[in-house]
């Protein structure tokens, strides 16, 4: 469909009634890949798209997360399982060099952190893209730089998030890392203290670590992985202590500092700990309150946008992704994209349904989970019955040798005879789990 400019105004980049107003019938905030899928898919369906983003198109995944994460991984992966082949099958000396990492994550990963291919790939779906930050002005439209569009069909929002910084008295203005900062890193720090133990500062913890960096973790729950099963947490614990990285859970840091050979963090416990670089990692958050929707009503303040079975926010604007509380991972994302796509065109499909979200974190051991954990099933006041092995048990890890090490661990309900969460911690866990 062609558009239609509903002003002759010259644009100002003042409010919406200032600009010059371009009537379509999708705008999409964010194109992360559940955005992405949206607007490619309606662009497809013949409808008039414009997808807005500030950073680059394909998001934090893409660029920072799934797929060069995964790369810097497998590195590390190949690193420990040559120094396995001692006592197996021969004898090898390994030398880790992260410079052949760092030299594929720029230029096989990220094209150095470039989207031009990305864009050309979302404008040749039919679909307009936009550069600049979304916000919504009302209803029905989006400002963005000095333009704004109206939506005929739908707004979508899809800004994801960004990690979140915690205000710890003295971290602010220091050159802390978050995990952007320690993806596109060309040269390795000699020790590196990571503030948060879930799945991303795990992943990272174990990778610099693999090669030659003196780690040290700071969980400020009982365990890491905390969001998993308790066994996941201490086969985790285990399996890193091995990597000589020094775990410390149940604590706090209470302050920073900084200096020319690096950071201190002052701990709960009265204790201190150092490192040249500090990676934050202690979760992610939305940025609700730069999109505007106190215009139509909403809370900025708010963690997540509520959304129902069908992805809708409110009558004319639907959200996918991280930005929605279910959100959390990529393949969630682009499933309530094609469940959000087929209700803005009117199609049947099923409402979204999470109580089978599978996961995985890609440490070694891989620790791949899907539903409730226990505790969730025995606060959901299900009847459970739990069956827990460890992995060097079965006939697997016999055949598997030295880094065996896990856990499969299933919750039923007792009463209706079915599985309602898993967990596959140990090589290979998040294949295992399927």
Known sequence: MGSTSESNDEPTGGSTDERAVETVDVVVIGLGPAGESVGGQLAEAGLDVVGIDRGLVGGECAYWGCVP???????????????????????????????????????????????????????????????????????????????????????????????????????????????????????????????????????????????????????????????DEPEAGEVLADALARDDIDVRTGVTAERVSHATDGFTLSLSDGSSVTGERLLIAVGRRTELDALGIDAVGLDPDADALDVDEHLRVRDGIWAVGDVTEPGAFTHVGTYQADIAVADILGRAHRPAAYHAVPHVTFTDPEIGMVGMTEQQARDAGIDVAVAVKPVPDTARGWMHGPGNDGVIKLVADRDAGYLVGATSAGPVGGEVLG
């Open 69 to 227: 994460s995964k790369m810097m991984i497998r590195a590390a992966d190949l690193l420990a399982e040559a120094r396995r082949i001692d006592g197996m099958s021969g004898t090898v000396t390994v030398e880790p060099d992260w410079s052949p990492v760092a030299t594929r994550l720029r230029e096989v990963a990220t094209d150095d952190w470039d989207d031009t291919a990305a864009v050309k790939a979302f404008e040749e779906r039919g679909a307009r893209f936009v550069r600049g930050e979304g916000r919504l002005t009302g209803p029905d439209t989006v400002a963005v730089g000095d333009r704004a569009f109206r939506a005929r069909r739908a707004v979508v929002i899809s800004t994801g998030t960004v990690a979140v910084v915690p205000p710890i008295d003295g971290l602010d203005g220091t050159p802390y890392w978050t995990n952007r900062d320690a993806l596109v890193v060309e040269e390795l720090p000699s020790s590196l203290v990571v503030l948060g133990g879930g799945a991303v500062g795990v992943e990272l913890a174990q990778v610099f670590a693999r090669f030659g960096v003196d780690v040290t973790i700071v969980e400020a729950a009982d365990r890491l992985v905390p969001s």
